[in-house]
T-cell receptor
Framework: DQQVKQNSPSLSVQEGRISILNCDYT??????FLWYKKYPAEGPTFLIS?????DKNEDGRFTVFLNKSAKHLSLHIVPSQPGDSAVYFC?????????????FGKGTHLIIQP | DAEITQSPRHKITETGRQVTLACHQT?????MFWYRQDLGHGLRLIHY???????NKGEVSDGYSVSRSNTEDLPLTLESAASSQTSVYFC??????????FGPGTRLTVT
């Protein structure tokens, strides 16, 4: 039973436009959410996070939105740049739930076209 | 600069052999984690540790073990390697902040 779902395996966006990556979750005990970016043959790198007490967090070109009632979060990248081409993982954490590891989605491969 | 390293980066082994993957971090983080990444599954938690002498099982711990004798290292051992354990393995660490920092990964092939 997948608790974090990224339903789009890939997304193609034109350079300069907005990229929107989506993530849904089922576990209502998740209270912290993160986005990671991964290039081939490298480890995931932390991008941005959001606590469940917020509905928006912004860092430069990256904004994460959280809709708790819908159990949905999204990552917006504006404007998209060629270096943004990578696999993006949504991850969630249950605080105080015993297991401190992250639960990851399967990832979305973002392709920025010139 | 602080970092997290993994060795070897690539390993080929035979079914039934014992294999140990190394993970070393210089962040001085208490928390360390091992994940595996497979096509169609994203990253899945194998084991984690909150500090020296502490180890805990994750979602897919069968066939794996870890030990934590110091802050910097969390080696992952496959007691008897199986073909199903062919994967890319990532080590991660975290401190007081909730973000985890990942190593570059080890690609393990079990033949």
């Amino acid at each position: 039973d997948q608790q974090v779902k990224q339903n789009s395996p890939s997304l193609s966006v034109q350079e300069g436009r907005i990229s929107i990556l989506n993530c849904d979750y089922t576990n209502s005990m998740f209270d912290y959410f993160l986005w990671y970016k991964k290039y081939p043959a490298e480890g995931p790198t932390f991008l941005i996070s959001i606590s469940s007490i917020k509905d928006k967090n912004e860092d430069g070109r990256f904004t994460v939105f959280l809709n708790k009632s819908a159990k949905h979060l999204s990552l917006h990248i504006v404007p998209s740049q060629p270096g943004d081409s990578a696999v993006y993982f949504c991850a969630a954490r249950v605080v105080g739930g015993g297991a401190d590891g992250l639960t990851f989605g399967k990832g979305t491969h973002l392709i920025i076209q010139p | 600069d602080a970092e997290i390293t993994q060795s070897p980066r690539h390993k080929i082994t035979e079914t039934g052999r014992q294999v140990t993957l190394a993970c070393h971090q210089t962040w001085n983080h208490n928390n360390m984690f091992w994940y595996r990444q497979d096509l169609g599954h994203g990253l899945r938690l194998i084991h984690y540790s909150y500090g020296v002498q502490d180890t805990n099982k994750g979602e897919v711990s069968d066939g794996y073990s870890v030990s934590r004798s110091n802050t910097e290292d969390l080696p992952l051992t496959l007691e008897s390697a199986a073909s199903s354990q062919t994967s890319v393995y990532f080590c991660a660490s975290s401190g007081l902040a909730r973000e985890q920092y990942f190593g570059p990964g080890t690609r393990l092939t079990v033949t």
